[in-house]
DNA sequence: CGCTGTGTTGAAGGATGTCAATTACCGTGG
DNA sequence: CCACGGTAATTGACATCCTTCAACACAGCG
């Protein structure tokens, strides 16, 4: 009881990367059976987070790396008068921390935006293992610099798109990722609020429900509330191409 | 002449990190002397490009990193229909292609905004070495993540905040920048057009020039075309706080 | 069953974009 | 050295998209 300040949950049982179902999307993707079993002896936690819980917040020291096992995260950067900005959503097999390697110090918040659970990824051990394993090396490298594109790809969003653009291109993104870990590709549901998401995509929420109501008056969606429907697919990918102008 | 097809302007002589006046900016940092000789082995070509020159393209096979050893970079990606938006301005000591690592192929345009000069990174070759040299993994990952860090405070300029918040900061971390490699904190030449600036803050090319006026009727700048004096840099900074609102 | 957070919708205003005219600058060639 | 042409920058007037403010609806939960 009087040992952590934040009361973590930790559960040092049954975490195996060599036997995770995540592991064609994080981690271990490249890695020989062998080099996974290397790892398992590395990412022994995991860590239960409830929903609207804190997994990091910016300023902490960095320690760890985290996967997503289960769950939906998002993190946000704050400027020094308070504006904040959602800079990602996380699902299961994607990585959390990142940005804290360059100070050592997390430069983000990561919060749960439902009931989740994550594997614990000591940084340093990591860089210990991936100066022996090159294919964990390679896949480490990968990962960031696929985050430094997606990273570019929300520039481009929010530097030269209008606002349905942007919604219709997050809503696509969103459903490819989750058709990836095997959901359906039409129906989704939101797992943030509008704020969120128009935090997110440089908008205010009015904006945002005003451009769902919209795609759902012109037949791209049916919406209720957070139930997402996508009708039409490839509706949503010409505007994001601009085919409307 | 009938050699490569951008006739690559290469330059194998004199190359050394060890000697390079931009050790303590660039990929070298926290690395011995020893460490570094071995680092020359694998740094060991530049290339020369002039100023309009692309260094590599979006869709082009990914090979090296480069290091900017003089001279002025943009980065740019495009979405399908056309519209492409700035990603970053790189100077002296920053690195090029890190978006290229994660598909093995560039993912982005590196455009010299000036008669430049870069310095040959090949990729594997540094991932060989970065196993062997903890200190040179270190650093590569520091400089990774600092890259993403950027990236998100981008995200935050973009996403929240107003015309002329967003051309300080842009302002602001530039002189910062030219600062750190000893070039003044007042005055500065940008290299890149008012259109470069308006598509890297997400503004019209008239938004940055009339931004531009304002600040000087304002005082806080001299601007005589890409000449620019800060004459109140505190009152710059008080802007991208938000004291104004 | 009412409270609270979340989402929707309308009307009005404001910041930035668009279009167009003018000016400044720079390299080139007379 | 100066004239010239083309690119870049500035500025104004107007249009547009998004925000702001406000009222209301809805859902989940004590």
Redesign the pocket.
């Known amino acids: 009881m009087s040992t952590a300040t934040p009361p973590l949950r930790l559960e040092p049982f049954k975490v195996a990367c060599s036997n995770c179902n995540l592991r064609e999307l994080c981690l271990p993707v490249g890695m020989s059976n062998d080099q996974l079993l290397k790892l398992d002896t590395l990412v022994s936690t995991r860590r239960t987070v409830q929903r609207g819980d804190t997994l990091f917040r910016s300023g902490e020291a960095f320690q760890s790396l985290y996967a997503v096992r289960t769950g939906f995260f998002k993190t946000c950067v704050a400027s020094e008068d308070g504006r904040d900005q959602v800079t990602g959503f996380q699902m299961a097999g994607e990585l959390l921390g990142l940005d804290g390697i360059g100070t050592e110090r997390h430069t983000c918040d990561a919060v749960a935006l439902e009931d989740s659970q994550v594997c614990i990824i000591p940084f340093h051990q990591l860089e210990d293992l991936s100066r022996e394993v090159s294919d964990l090396q390679r896949q480490f490298h990968r990962i960031m610099s696929r985050e430094i594109v997606r990273d570019h790809g929300v520039m481009l969003l929010l530097g030269s798109?209008?606002?349905?653009?942007?919604l219709a291109a997050f809503l696509l993104n969103l459903t490819q990722r989750l058709q990836s870990r095997g959901f359906s590709a039409s129906e989704l549901i939101?797992r943030?609020?509008?704020?969120?998401i128009?935090s997110y995509l440089?908008?205010?929420?009015?904006?945002?429900?005003?451009?769902?109501?919209k795609f759902?008056d012109e037949g791209f969606l049916e919406?209720?509330?957070?139930q997402i429907r996508i009708l039409d697919q490839d509706g949503l990918q010409r505007l994001v191409n601009g085919a409307n102008c």
């Open positions: 798109m209008r606002a349905e653009e942007r939101l943030m609020t509008r704020e969120e128009g440089g908008l205010k929420l009015e904006t945002v429900s005003r451009t769902f109501s759902q919406v209720k509330q957070r």
